[in-house]
């Protein structure tokens, strides 16, 4: 992000956008924070309820965006999302 001088809010366009590929039904973007814990953006294709899942993982939104906060590592938080 610093060498792109990337904001919070680039990650949010960027998610959105991937969740636009028509291919996808729901797009994922894992963003490590300072502390070492992993801020979750879920965005999904109408119809499709990504808050479910957040609210299940501690965090909420509405059904086509949503997000969360687990402990990382980043591998383990991406294992740990990727297999629920």
């Given at each position: 992000m610093a060498k792109s001088?990337?904001?919070?809010?680039?990650?949010?366009?960027?998610?959105?956008?991937?969740?636009?590929?028509?291919?996808?039904?729901?797009?994922v973007l894992f963003k490590e924070r300072g502390d070492g814990r992993i801020e979750v953006s879920l965005r999904s294709a109408p119809g499709v309820d990504v808050s479910r899942f957040a609210v299940a993982m501690g965090g909420g939104g509405h059904p086509?965006?949503?997000?969360?906060t687990i402990p990382g590592p980043l591998a383990k938080a991406e294992h740990t999302v990727l297999q629920a």
């Open positions: 001088d990337a904001s919070n809010n680039g990650l949010s366009g960027l998610v959105a956008f991937l969740s636009g590929v028509e291919e996808a039904n729901i797009a086509q965006a949503a997000g969360f």
